[in-house]
């Protein structure tokens, strides 16, 4: 839960940062919902499943929490891939190839992760957490790269 409400607070800070130039909309709104999702899965505990967690008996069926939290595990891998997309165009458009590239495998991967976690009981806890490494690895690193560069003024219809 504290790291949904560091992404919400990263999001704020993506909004002053880039408002109203480009990702400057979509991304902080994708950051916020990455971060309101990471809260509530946070708050929802999941089920055991298929050997997940291991030496954990399976239940007989889902739960309403176990339920949310599934649902909200979805929502969060799925919408940081999107924020992912948004850098992608956001690091193109500023001709930072590298950048752009790193934030689409890293969104790819994630997926990737998230999705091949459903294939094989005996690695969703390897898949998931491989995944959450690096969407979070990403987020910090975008942070990072974009805190740390010097603001350079938008024009205006005057100039």
Known sequence: MLAGVLNLLYA????????PGRAGTWGPFLIGAYGLGLIVVGVFRTDPANGFPPGVLASTGPSWHGAIH?????FVFVVLAAALGVFVRFFFA???????CYCLASAVLLLLC????????????LFLQLGV????????????????TPDTPQPTQDQ
């Open 12 to 19: 704020t800070g993506l909004w002053r940062k880039l408002h």
């Open 70 to 74: 599934a649902l909200g595990a979805l």
């Open 94 to 100: 500023r001709k930072e190839r590298g950048w752009a």
């Open 114 to 125: 998230f999705f091949g976690s459903f294939t094989n009981a005996a690695l969703t806890g």
């Open 133 to 148: 490494f690096v969407g979070w690895m990403a987020a910090s690193v975008i942070a990072i790269k974009l805190f740390c």
